[in-house]
T-cell receptor, first 110, second 115 residues
């Protein structure tokens, strides 16, 4: 089952914050976050392995609520370079199978 | 630099004419994946190899086949491309040492057009 992300799209001014959510209908073993710019391959941001785990990458951080089968990505003080489509990816059905979420398109304007 | 390389970057084929996309890696990773990504959609897993073991997704059409002759190379064969097969095809690798906590290393993708 494909994880569902919300919102589908968001527009920010440079310096503003955003939250992207990822929900799964199945139990999650881990959550991955990737960012993809138009016409390019997805770029790895981070993996969260345990319920309640939080991680940070520059001004981008994430949390993982295992019980709720959800993860959230937090972008603070957004920069123009943050523009792109963000995908969560989940491993919940078997070994070595990463299923991407529906995606959230983020546009940061000056 | 160690990396995942896909050739060609852009591929144009005719309706029904077989086409092969290639992927090579210098990371010596055990697992290689093929994803299909259509415009404004998420990458969709077609199949993956764990070493020589082939794992096909249940909803991958029979029109799509794959070969992995050795650790470094993996090919995606589309036997009779249809207009609906136009997409970006992404190859990715992972070490295969853990079931859940490995990041994927992506190639730059091959954009396939079907005329």
């Amino acid at each position: 089952q494909q994880p569902v992300q919300s919102p589908q799209a968001v527009i920010l001014r440079e310096g503003e914050d955003a939250v992207i959510n990822c929900s799964s209908s199945k139990a999650l073993y881990s959550v991955h976050w990737y960012r993809q710019k138009h016409g390019e391959a997805p770029v790895f941001l981070m993996i969260l392995l345990k319920g309640g785990e939080q991680k940070g990458h520059e001004k981008i951080s994430a949390s993982f609520n295992e019980k709720k089968q959800q993860s959230s990505l937090y972008l603070t003080a957004s920069q123009l370079s943050y523009s792109g489509t963000y995908f969560c990816g989940t491993v919940n059905t078997g070994f070595q199978k990463l299923v991407f979420g529906t995606g959230t398109r983020l546009l940061v304007s000056p | 630099d160690a990396m995942v390389i896909q050739n060609p970057r852009y591929q144009v084929t005719q309706f029904g004419k077989p086409v092969t996309l290639s992927c090579s890696q210098t990371l010596n990773h055990n697992v290689m994946y093929w994803y299909q990504q259509k415009s404004s959609q998420a990458p969709k897993l077609l199949f993956h190899y764990y070493d020589k073991d082939f794992n096909n997704e249940a909803d991958t059409p029979d029109n799509f086949q794959s070969r992995r002759p050795n650790t470094s190379f993996c090919f995606l064969d589309i036997r009779s491309p249809g207009l609906g097969d136009a997409a970006m095809y992404l190859c990715a690798t992972s070490t295969g040492t853990s079931s859940t906590n490995e990041k994927l290393f992506f190639g730059s993708g091959t954009q396939l057009s079907v005329l």
